[in-house]
């Protein structure tokens, strides 16, 4: 019987992007290149400022279908490939090399050694490397590699292979590969199958031809076919916001700082030079100024483009920053509202409460924005294998195509910024500074410090890591309350000091045009959200792993998290901006050694419980 193998249109960027090997039905795949797309019905996704921001020349969709078989020549939809290319069958477990031309479209790979026909099985291990490059193992010579060269050279039948099974031993121990060569016998089992084993690396990935190989040194890797560190997808996303104009006061003291700095004077002189750069650079470290805004007063200064180039060379003009212009955008006094952004402001409703906590819970917040309608666009630009930090492939392998796949999703959203003032007088606390001081030496040390600083701005501040952890509990909450689960909300940091953000956007989205179903956006409004966040916060003062969890002085990926644990904040992956980093329940809650920001507000809710208990009976 004919079988539909279908992958949404959505999970083409995210989480079966290019590069990304999963399994469907019993049978395993890898995404191709984008340079194997079908060249007709691509769909052209809209986003401006998200193709200025990378520097291409657009976005497209892959053409959505009812079925994705990779087995239909320039068929709708991204294309697909069998990956690994080594199955077995699991009644007379020969191993079976299978290519291209023993596809028979709609069916399963089928044992053509037993009468019965049935459906071969993909192999569970497959070699990666460091520069991003995915590969069958050898299995002839994992089966062989007990055995000196000679004694292999003897054995010349590598495709008679065996994948075996024996009772007498449990895990991998009991599969073994064997050589069912006439005269060999070799065998070997798989306990010590994970890790390095010197094997030589392919130079390409399995969709990439022969003639696009290159001589790759970087050591293989074994690893399950599902393993967490065979694909980390590079995606960038923007919202969808309204071109407004950057209000003239908008970084008035970074400006000043910039005007101040000793290599000012240098870097106006040398503007238009590729040694403009260098001072570029340090300015920016020093002064937390980003490029559009170095742009802005270099172009006042000299009168010319800071991006003008010496003579023969290319312009390139200068890249939007994505997180200022949304965080002007919720911030305007009058919100700009468009079809996909729809935004209405609100309060907590606690305009007429005297009493605690409800009274320290008004003061703790600033504005809340009620965002009925978003829309973003997620684009993939690449993919490492092994870790993050290693080599990125782009989408398209072949490196000739300007633009990225890319989706659009709508959805619904809560917008709300902490108070100015009380947030101030947080971070000018000693014992904040010391804490988060403790973190940041941790980020410099982090491999994965460049990608972080991207989202942090020029320094880690601790209303950033308050911030961050205030929407893993706020989601965590949510998700108990507002029906959708932790996996389908998201967050947006907007916490650089140099721009004066001190805010957090909590959204779901979905790839349906007509957006979600206003449950997020209704647990928003007034009492309820009021409600939530007190439930939130008596949640956070207490986790099961205390007190190990509370007295952690580093945990997590990299050490990059103080007090926060899968028990108390931590998010799927794909919620987060940070990959479960820089978070800390103790700025949120308070700590033995630190003040938490809402911590006010927690003990005023613990002093009217113990009221309410003591109260008589009636």
Known sequence: MSRTLRVRQSQTVLPFGVGAVFDIQGESFVATGIGDWPQRAKQRVESPRLATHLGVTGFYAAPPTAN?????????????????????????????????????PGQPPRCPSCSTGPTLAPMRFVQICPAGHLGDIDWWFWAHSRR??????????????????????????????????KGCGASRDLLDILGTHGMRCSGRNPWQRANEAVECVKPVQIVQRTAGNLYYPVVHSALDIPETEIPAHHGEK????????????????VAATPRAEVFRAMIKDDTGADDTLLDQLLAEETGQPATQAPPGSET?????????????????????????????ETTLGLAQETEEPWVGL??????????????????????????????????????????LPAVEVFG??????????????????????????????????????????ALTGAELAPRFVLLHTLAHLLIRQLSFESGYTTASLRERIYARPEQDQYGILVYTAAGDAEGTLGGLVRQGEPARLAETLLRMTEAAAWCSADPLCAEHAGQGFGNLNRA????????????????????????????????????????AARAAAAAALEQPTP
């Open 316 to 344: 390139a003009p200068a890249r939007p920053d994505l997180s200022r212009e949304e965080w002007e955008a919720f911030m305007a006094p009058v919100p700009p509202a468009t079809r996909d952004f729809a935004l209405r």
């Open 564 to 603: 926060a644990c899968h028990a108390c904040a931590l998010l799927p992956e794909t919620s987060c901006e940070s990959g479960n980093t820089l978070l800390d329940r103790a700025l949120v809650v308070g700590g033995e050694q630190v003040p938490g920001y809402f911590e006010p507000i927690v003990t």
């Open 68 to 104: 994705d078989r990779y087995d239909v020549p320039d068929a709708p939809g991204a294309p697909y490939i069998r990956f690994p290319a080594r199955l077995f069958c699991g009644a007379c477990r020969r191993m079976k090399r299978w290519r291209i031309a023993d596809e028979k």
């Open 254 to 269: 970074t400006a000043s700082r910039v005007r101040e700095h000793d290599l000012w004077v240098s870097l106006c002189k």
């Open 362 to 403: 008004r003061r703790g917040i600033g504005r809340i924005l009620l965002a009925d309608r978003l829309r973003e666009v997620r684009a993939l630009s690449g993919f490492t294998r092994v870790s993050p930090d290693a080599t990125v492939v782009p989408a398209d392998t072949a490196r000739r195509l300007k633009w």
């Open 148 to 181: 000196d060269a000679t004694e292999r050279r003897e054995c010349g039948e590598r495709e008679k292979l065996r994948f075996l099974v024996s009772e007498r031993a449990s895990g991998l121990e009991a599969l073994s590969v064997a050589c069912a060569a």
């Open 412 to 453: 619904e959203g809560i917008f709300l910024t902490l108070d100015k003032d009380t947030l101030r007088n947080w971070e000018a606390d000693d014992r904040v500074i010391r804490r988060v001081a403790g973190m940041r030496a941790d980020l410099d040390r982090a491999f994965q410090k460049d990608r972080l600083q």
